[in-house]
């Protein structure tokens, strides 16, 4: 007798507080069936991380399992990449520099003035 196939996803490590948990966020990229905009969805999942590997910024892939506890319903499979950032927060990171420098701009333009 086989078992099903069990869902495999790509994500990055946001959170790794917990002991053999860690918080996988996952995007998916998906064209709106009227308007044809590109929309990105975001999910966040649970995941058992046995080895304790995974640090936040890494790129993992996970595979659905038996349920481990309350909300751990996925297992990291392996590590793809380390010390990568997610797009959100490269974004943000980008707009706090982009601020923070219109700031010092305008403080070096009101002293000078």
């Not at 790794?16 to 996952?26: F, I």
């Not at 991380?49 to 996970?62: R, Y």
């Amino acid at each position: 007798m086989e078992r099903g196939k069990r869902k495999v996803k790509r994500g990055v490590v946001i959170r790794s507080k917990t002991a053999k948990t860690v918080m996988v966020e996952v995007e998916q990229v998906m064209r709106h069936p009227l308007y044809q905009k590109v929309i990105r969805l975001y999910k966040k999942f649970m995941v058992h991380d046995e080895n304790q590997q995974c640090v936040v910024g890494d790129l993992v892939e996970i595979m659905e399992t038996r349920p481990i506890s309350k909300n751990k319903r996925w297992r990291v499979v392996k590590l793809l990449g380390k010390g990568k950032i997610s797009m959100r927060e490269l974004t943000k990171a980008k707009k706090a520099k982009a601020e923070a420098v219109s700031a010092a701009e305008e403080k070096k333009s009101d002293t000078t003035a």
